[in-house]
């Protein structure tokens, strides 16, 4: 990605001000996503996440991502912490644009993630449902529902080595059944190119998600179905329409012979 909006040094004094920086040492442009600008602050208190939103992010949208993310981190989930301004903002205006500013995450993404790694993923989503699960109120459904991350694909979540570093992106945060966002997370990190999810790779995302939180028995039954409609949806936004109902029953029955076993 090129970086859209050039930060002048106006521009760069005033978000550090405001967000109480001092010793800015340097500003990087980060060649990362396709809708937002950003920049990495280094300065004496820390390295720093500044992000110009282009189009399409609204404060409102932003706050609760913040305050989401403000709970997680301070329950020890891998993700970045929200940085608010001197007035307790979590946003403000500069060079035209709205911004949001969070702590620096280690790590980097993957296109071809481990079992070892999908492990890890299992326990962090688990983890994020059930923090976000008892910070709201519950209410008795055939499938548990809560606040779920919205968007849990390969290039928002970090690794160093083998664990999950960083999550980040949480402005899609919305509330769903749970089991849907773990369809998601299948269809998303263990499909093959045939659509068939891989043995080793679901099974590591499920092992690890329910070392933190258990599946009801009407999520398992569930899931397959979830499955099948995520790959469905998958491969339809790909253009890949031709091949579009066999991926998905192969995601489907793969996963549903997982689960059996």
């Not at 976000?132 to 970090?158: E, I, M, S, W, Y």
């Not at 080595?161 to 749970?178: P, T």
Request: aromatic share 6%; net charge negative; proline share 4%.
């Amino acid at each position: 990605m090129a970086v859209f909006t050039a930060l002048s040094d106006t521009d760069r004094d005033f978000i550090a001000s405001a967000y109480g920086m001092a010793s800015l040492s340097s500003v990087v442009g980060i060649a990362d996503g396709d809708r937002e600008t950003t920049y990495l602050f280094r300065t004496k208190e820390g390295e720093f996440i500044v992000t110009l939103f282009e189009n399409g992010a609204e404060p409102l949208d932003l706050e609760r991502a913040f305050a989401t993310m403000e709970i997680l981190h301070g329950n020890g989930v891998p993700c970045p912490k929200p940085i608010r301004t001197k007035n307790g903002l979590a946003t403000l205006q500069a060079a035209g644009r709205l911004v949001a500013v969070v702590s620096f995450v280690s790590g980097s993404s993957t296109a071809d993630p481990t079992p070892a790694r999908c492990e890890s993923l299992g326990r962090v989503i688990a983890r994020i449902h059930t923090i976000l699960q008892r910070n709201q109120k519950t209410q008795q459904a055939a499938l548990p529902t809560g606040a779920v991350h919205g968007a849990l694909d390969c290039q928002n979540v970090f690794f160093l080595g083998d664990e999950v570093s960083g999550v980040i992106n949480f402005r899609l945060r919305h509330d769903d059944v749970l089991v849907s966002e773990i369809a998601d997370v299948l269809v998303g990190w263990a499909s093959r190119a045939n659509g068939e999810l891989d043995p080793s790779k679901t099974g590591a995302i499920l092992a690890g998600y329910q070392s933190v939180r258990k599946l009801a028995d009407s999520e398992k039954a569930a899931l397959p179905g979830f499955v099948l409609a995520s790959a469905a949806k998958r491969y339809a936004n790909g253009g890949a329409k031709t091949n579009l109902p066999g991926a998905a029953l192969l995601a489907y029955d793969s996963l549903r012979l997982e689960i059996m076993a």
